[in-house]
């Protein structure tokens, strides 16, 4: 058992959410029980993984996406106000960490996914140094690439292929980081892969040469959490859980 302000101060301490400037909110954003003994995870509060962790037993939610976002209207109405019910009606916290969690070196969203892809960034790039960069690590060219992904992945992901270069760097960066492909390219990639595609990126690709991977939002940002949250349950002697809740996009 921990206190629920010891995990606090201790998950501030890991992922330093000072250091960024973000989309919303990181760290406690609803508080319920003071002692915990029983962390869920698990990449979004939705509705139906805040229903799946009150049925785990959980006593913390730990999630990459929480509940209140910049500019939101944030009156607890609607899906809002049925999600944050069923925390307060059962006592239980909610836990989130945006760009500190796609951030670690070692348990964050871009550290995991280069793991289960083989790859190992040596540099950093984009705003806020949110992206990761490395050497392609034996992985020939861009359909290489994509067949390793989908083997990791468990999904195909959409390839632009660029010109079809050998790949000597491979830059990623999870979730929606569509908007960091020109940083990724100025940082000298052969090939970049993120969670989501718009349409600028394939003319992007086509023009510079530079493959570009979709991989899928939630699929990109599944191991981060999990991560964390267990070295949490590790550093206080706590049951851990992560609760996979199915996202195609």
Known sequence: MAELKEIDAFLKGLLKPEAFRDYGPNGLQVE?????????????????????????GADLLFVHHGLFWRGQDGRLTGWLGERVRRLMKH??????????????????NNAQLGLRLGLAADARFGEQDIGFIGP?????????????????L???????????????????????AQGHFEA??????????????????????HETGVAFLACGHHATERYGAPAAAAAVAAHFGLEHRFIEIDNPV
Do not use: K, M, N
Request: with cysteine; aromatic share 4%.
């Open 32 to 56: 319920g029980r003071a002692e915990v003994r029983r962390i869920v995870s698990g990449v979004t509060a939705s509705r139906e993984f805040i229903d799946a962790g009150i049925a785990a």
């Open 136 to 152: 392609a690590a034996g992985i020939a060219d861009a359909s290489a690439l994509a067949a390793r992904v989908e083997q990791a």
């Open 91 to 108: 006592d239980l916290s909610l836990v989130a960490y945006h760009l500190p969690l796609d951030a670690h070196a070692e348990l964050g």
């Open 154 to 176: 468990s999904r195909e992901p959409l390839l632009l292929p660029g010109d079809g270069r050998p790949l000597r760097r491979i830059a990623w960066c999870s979730g929606g």
């Open 184 to 205: 990724a390219i100025a940082a000298g990639a052969d090939a970049f892969l993120s969670g989501e595609v718009s349409e600028q990126q394939a003319h992007l690709a």
